[in-house]
């Protein structure tokens, strides 16, 4: 069965760095595209980034676009999401997750199975 | 990338019927057939209800239904159970390879 586990969360300081990861199992992880959701604490959802399958495109949410990077390692079937300037308003539980359907196609991507997430917690 | 709007919350008596709306614009919901529901329970990870609008992953019971009319798109939940208490999200296809989440909304089964 499909598993996605976070790892990476922690306390940083305003304009600090922090890099998430995700170890994905169960599937064929080089075949689906993979997303970042995050989830400030009671709030609700936001939408942060894509990858492709193959990690050639990626695309991100206007809140993190130049901070943030999403990339992927093959033969490791891990997600990972590099962040920098970290601000207080990114502090939320980051979750990834599976694209739907296989390879890169407009109707085939809306998330479906979700890890557990990691919390990341941005204060001076 | 503004979120969609979904009302705060809804209740229902159990076996009822609740219906969550979910309204978005041409740019969103309007313009694409790839709207997704999910559903969290309290301290867990979303679990994923509908996809295209009205496709049911398998698993998940046909008490839960989709549609979708113009910006706006539905989830209908019928019979509704105890274990049907959550919070339940949309989430739009908006484009270039972006997506938008609802703002949410908590059901309750009186």
């Known amino acids: 069965q499909v598993q996605l586990v976070e790892s990476g969360g922690g306390v940083v300081q305003p304009g600090g760095s922090l890099r998430l990861s995700c170890a994905a199992s169960?599937?064929?992880?080089?075949?689906?595209?993979m997303h970042w959701v995050r989830q400030a604490p009671g709030k609700g959802l936001e939408w942060v980034a894509i990858?492709?399958?193959?990690?050639?495109?990626?695309y991100y949410a206007d809140s993190v676009k130049g901070r943030f990077t999403v990339s992927r390692h093959y033969s490791k079937n891990t997600l990972y999401l590099q962040m920098n300037n970290l601000r207080p308003d990114d502090t939320a539980l980051y979750y990834c997750?599976?694209?739907?359907?296989?390879?890169?196609?407009?109707?085939?991507?809306?998330?479906?199975?979700w890890g557990q997430g990691t919390l990341v917690t941005v204060s001076p | 990338q503004s979120a969609l709007t979904q009302p705060p919350s809804v209740s229902g008596s159990p076996g009822q019927s609740v219906t969550i709306s979910c309204t978005g614009s041409?740019?969103?919901?309007?313009?694409?057939?790839?709207v997704s529901w999910y559903q969290q329970r309290p301290g867990k990870a979303p679990k994923f209800l509908i996809y295209?609008?009205?496709e049911r992953p398998s698993g998940v019971p046909d008490r839960f239904s989709g549609s979708k009319s113009g910006n706006t798109a539905s989830l209908t939940i019928s019979g509704l159970q105890g274990e049907d208490e959550a919070d339940y999200y949309c989430?739009?296809?908006?484009?270039?390879?972006?997506?938008?989440f609802g703002t949410g909304t908590t059901v309750t089964v009186l």
């Open positions: 997750t599976k694209a739907r359907g296989v390879f890169w196609f407009e109707n085939n991507l809306s998330p479906d199975f």
């Open positions: 169960g599937y064929n992880f080089n075949n689906y595209g």
């Open positions: 990858v492709s399958y193959e990690g050639s495109k990626r």
């Open positions: 041409t740019s969103d919901v309007g313009g694409h057939n790839y």
């Open positions: 295209d609008v009205s």
């Open positions: 989430c739009s296809y908006a484009g270039s390879y972006s997506f938008v």
